[in-house]
Structures are given as C-alpha cells and as structure tokens.
C-alpha cells in the first residue's frame, strides 16, 4: 500500500529545492557514488553522507523510495496492532528522516521524535526538510555513533531503515540489541536483496531471544520456512521518479518499484495476518494463484477461481505483501 497521497506530496514538495544550484551531472555523480553504500556492499566507520550536496543529492534521489517502503512495513505492522498508537518514536540512523516522515504518515498526531544520527550534514538538511511536517516540528536531530558506543532512550517505537548494510557485523548486533533493550516496538527496513533479507532474519532472531512477537510481515514468531540461499523475502512499494531518478537511471517510466525486506516486531500482543502474499499474485483467466506464507511455518500456493464468487474479486485485487485472507471473510 502506498502512503497518503497528501503526506507524499508535502515530503516531494520539501525536497523539491534541495538541488538549486547544485549542477545536474554534480548531483548524478553523488547519487551514483553513494548507492553502493546505500545497498549494502562496504560496511564503514565513517559517515558515508560527507556534506551538504551528498545529502542534498541522496535526499531528493532515495527519500522518496525509503518513505514508500517504511510506510508499507508499517501499515503491515498497524494492521497487526490496530488498537496501539506509538507516544514516542526513535529513528535509528535516521538520517534526513524518512522513517519519521513515514510514522507521521502512518499514525496521527504530534509525539516526542528522535533521530540518531552520525552525519551530522543529514542531520541538518533532515531538520530543514521537517519544518514543512507540523508532526516533527519538535523532533530533536542528535549526533550519535551508530554502532558499539550507542545509547537508545526509552521509546515505544524505534525504526532502522536502511542502516545495517552500512555497519559491521559487530556493530548491527549492538544496534539491534540497543533496540529491543529500548523499544515497546521495532521496525526493520532493508533493501530487498538476499543479503538484505539476510539481515533482517538476523535482527528477527535476535528480536524474537528478547521476547518480542513478530507482527509482519510474518504470521509467526517461529523459524522462516525459506531456504537460506534458494530465496529470500521481500516485497514491493511504487515510487513516483524524480527527473533526478530518470537523469541517473535512464528510461521513461513515471514510476519505479523499491524492493524492500522488513521485520516488525512488538513486546505486547500481536495480531498477524492469518497468511501473507509473499509474491506478485499471478492473474490467469478465471483464477488467481497467490504464493503465501502461512501460520504452520510453510510456503504454500493457493489457487483462487470464480467459483470462490467474492472471495474471487478479492483475490484479483490482492497485493504483493498483503494478509490474506482479507479481513472480512468474503467466502461466505
């Protein structure tokens, strides 16, 4: 599910001048540079965003991408736990601030917001952009290590988007840990590649010792079914592309798909989707197959046809990354 069209256009409209007076081919080069730390590939010690045309670049080019797929791991996660409201939010490794731009998005209201972070340029630039969101008007930009020196207060939620690719092995445990010990709620978001998905079963095992309940997009807290390296999971978010993503990418489309992994979890209880449609379901004449993860543990094909009647018409507008079945049971 996309995030509200309104908060979408506030974010896009805040970073529309973050480019002026940075030269196109300037900021190309900066969005190419830095996405291979962005994906994962070269854990650092250093800050990757090293000043304010990074940032300014990296911001108007991935922001975007990382809100589209914050928001849908935690629309997964508020339809698990539908009665809660996080009072407080940490954003780990923050930077400009997608993920709480996401939370507001996500739930209503003002709440005391935190993000840590060691670029002290994203930091700022991510503190100008948030003056447009009267939801982060008083969110506090602090810079932290990200890593074995860092200190999480106690909040209800804490997000980790994009940030444990950049760290060493040593470092992500420490950060995952840091979470669970400060957080009612965690929310991890990856890039959906295998090692991507191979980190966030990492902080799911991790999150599950520390006595959380996994609330998406599993429907279990037991071991994933899939195979290390046969699979992986991940899901998708439709992006609308900038004229920086068409200048750096190429290709006309208006719009791109961001593959994403994620894991949230909760220490009070859960709700998960009875299964989860965890491919792209494929629509044949008269049947739908949706590829489905399930409650025992397995992955399972279902095959859906007219003669389910409503439940049919459900199918055909089902979701890649959505529960199944939907809420109200339309087979009767």
Same mark, same amino acid.
């Given at each position: 599910?996309?995030?509200?069209?309104?908060?979408?256009?506030?974010?896009?409209?805040?970073?529309?001048?973050?480019?002026?007076?940075?030269?196109?081919?300037?900021?190309?080069?900066?969005?190419?540079?830095?996405?291979?730390?962005?994906?994962?590939?070269? $854990?650092?010690?250093?800050?990757?965003?090293?000043?304010?045309?990074? /940032?300014?670049?990296?911001?108007?080019?991935?922001?975007?991408?990382? +809100?589209?797929?914050?928001?849908?791991?935690?629309?997964? +996660?508020?339809? @698990?736990?539908?009665?809660?409201?996080? !009072?407080?939010?940490?954003?780990?490794?923050? #930077?400009? #601030?997608?993920?709480?731009? @996401?939370?507001?998005?996500?739930?209503?209201?003002?709440?005391?917001?935190?993000?840590?972070?060691?670029?002290?340029?994203?930091?700022?630039?991510?503190?100008?952009?948030?003056?447009?969101?009267?939801?982060?008007?008083?969110?506090?930009?602090?810079?932290?290590?990200?890593? @074995?020196?860092?200190?999480?207060?106690?909040?209800?939620?804490?997000?980790?988007?994009?940030?444990?690719? =950049?760290?060493?092995?040593?470092?992500?445990?420490?950060? /995952?840990?840091?979470?669970?010990?400060?957080?009612? !709620?965690?929310?991890?978001?990856?890039?959906?590649?295998?090692?991507?998905?191979?980190?966030?079963?990492?902080?799911?095992?991790?999150?599950?010792?520390? #006595?959380?309940?996994?609330?998406?997009?599993?429907?279990?807290?037991?071991?994933? $079914?899939?195979?290390?390296?046969?699979?992986?999971?991940?899901?998708?978010?439709?992006?609308?592309?900038?004229?920086?993503?068409?200048?750096?990418?190429?290709?006309?489309?208006?719009? =791109?798909?961001?593959?994403?992994?994620?894991?949230?979890?909760?220490?009070?209880?859960?709700?998960?989707? $009875?299964?989860?449609?965890?491919?792209?379901?494929?629509?044949?004449?008269?049947? /739908?197959?949706?590829?489905?993860?399930?409650?025992?543990?397995?992955?399972?094909?279902?095959?859906?046809?007219?003669?389910?009647?409503?439940?049919?018409?459900?199918?055909?507008? @089902?979701?890649? #990354?959505?529960?199944?079945?939907? $809420?109200?049971?339309?087979?009767?």
């Amino acid at each position: 599910m996309n995030a509200p069209a309104s908060a979408t256009d506030t974010l896009r409209s805040a970073l529309a001048g973050l480019l002026a007076g940075l030269p196109p081919k300037q900021a190309a080069q900066a969005v190419d540079r830095l996405i291979a730390n962005y994906r994962g590939r070269t $854990p650092t010690h250093a800050p990757v965003l090293r000043d304010r045309s990074d /940032v300014a670049a990296y911001a108007a080019y991935r922001m975007p991408a990382t +809100f589209e797929a914050v928001c849908a791991a935690l629309d997964a +996660f508020a339809d @698990a736990v539908p009665q809660w409201t996080p !009072a407080s939010h940490v954003d780990i490794g923050g #930077g400009t #601030g997608a993920a709480t731009w @996401a939370v507001s998005a996500t739930w209503d209201g003002e709440r005391p917001v935190t993000v840590l972070d060691w670029a002290e340029p994203a930091l700022a630039l991510g503190r100008e952009i948030a003056a447009a969101n009267p939801a982060l008007k008083s969110a506090e930009w602090q810079r932290s290590r990200i890593g @074995a020196a860092l200190t999480v207060e106690s909040t209800d939620l804490v997000t980790i988007s994009y940030v444990l690719g =950049e760290l060493t092995e040593a470092d992500r445990t420490v950060v /995952v840990d840091a979470a669970a010990a400060a957080a009612q !709620a965690v929310v991890i978001i990856e890039p959906g590649t295998p090692d991507g998905y191979t980190r966030v079963i990492d902080a799911r095992d991790r999150l599950i010792a520390a #006595g959380f309940r996994i609330a998406a997009p599993c429907p279990h807290s037991a071991a994933c $079914p899939i195979v290390p390296g046969e699979d992986w999971c991940h899901f998708s978010a439709r992006v609308s592309r900038s004229s920086l993503h068409r200048q750096v990418k190429g290709g006309s489309l208006p719009y =791109e798909d961001e593959k994403f992994s994620y894991v949230a979890a909760a220490r009070f209880p859960v709700a998960p989707a $009875p299964t989860r449609v965890v491919r792209k379901p494929q629509i044949r004449k008269g049947q /739908v197959l949706l590829d489905l993860c399930g409650p025992d543990e397995s992955l399972h094909r279902e095959t859906v046809t007219k003669r389910h009647g409503p439940l049919y018409k459900a199918a055909r507008d @089902a979701e890649w #990354g959505d529960g199944w079945p939907p $809420p109200e049971d339309t087979s009767t």
